[in-house]
């Protein structure tokens, strides 16, 4: 992965493709609906790697959603089984959307959903998302960047497996376009600290609800998953984070 000299970013853990307990119905999702959704790219030596010079056309790669999409990229980092990804696509129809995942299984669910709703505005990467971030975007290319509940490595020896730190929000910073936006949302109090903490010491982002106490409302276009559902069941509640790229 090309980086910047000094600059260790953190990648997959698991550095294989998710492909465990795909049932028929979901092999016959990813056969039906993988050449209308899903990005295949070479990979590297990992199966969620990357190949070495590989870049996409993201212009090109939208070209057939009907003159619909605009060249606007909307990207979702650890996309799940799509449900905040396709309410996102719903509501803004005329953005193109890039979801990357790693778990077949999410990803043929996605593909379900998207279908279900008639969407063609979203594409499915996957590959390891911050060496996507880093090679597949240009500078200052994406119009909105979301995590949502990211893997909280919860136990203590593992944090610094979390994906939010100040490498990696070095290099999703240096490419979202000015004004553009960074969303966040997790059900772990201490790593909604971490995150608040790492992106207020980022150069060139802003909190924006700085003002009233940092932390942001649900977006609108942002529904309750079920996944978010069993961890307000389980008492945890939910924080959202919104930052705004500046020059």
Known sequence: MP?????????????????????????????????KYLIELPT?????????????????????????????????IGSGTGDALVGAALAHPTVSFVGFEVYERAVASTMSKLAAAGIRNVR?????????????????????LSIFFPDPWQKKRHHKRRLVSPAFAQLATS????????????????????????LDATPGLVNEYAGRGGWAPR?????????EERGLAAGRPVADLAYRRVA
């Open 124 to 144: 499915l990467v996957m590959v390891d998302a911050v060496q996507g971030l880093d090679q597949l975007f240009a500078p200052a290319s994406i119009a909105r």
């Open 44 to 76: 590297g030596e990992l199966s969620t790697s990357i190949a070495p010079g590989v870049e996409v056309d993201w212009q090109a790669e939208f070209a057939d959603t009907g003159g619909g999409a605009s060249p606007e990229l909307f990207v979702e």
């Open 219 to 227: 977006p609108d276009d942002r529904p309750v998953t079920k996944f």
């Open 3 to 35: 980086q910047a000299p000094g600059r260790e970013l953190p990648g997959v853990v698991s550095f294989v493709r998710r492909s465990s307990r795909v049932n028929p119905h979901q092999r016959r999702v990813l056969e039906r609906l993988s050449s």
């Open 175 to 198: 490419r979202l376009a000015i004004g553009a936006r960074w969303l966040l949302a997790t059900d772990w109090p201490d790593y909604a600290e971490q995150m608040r903490q790492v």
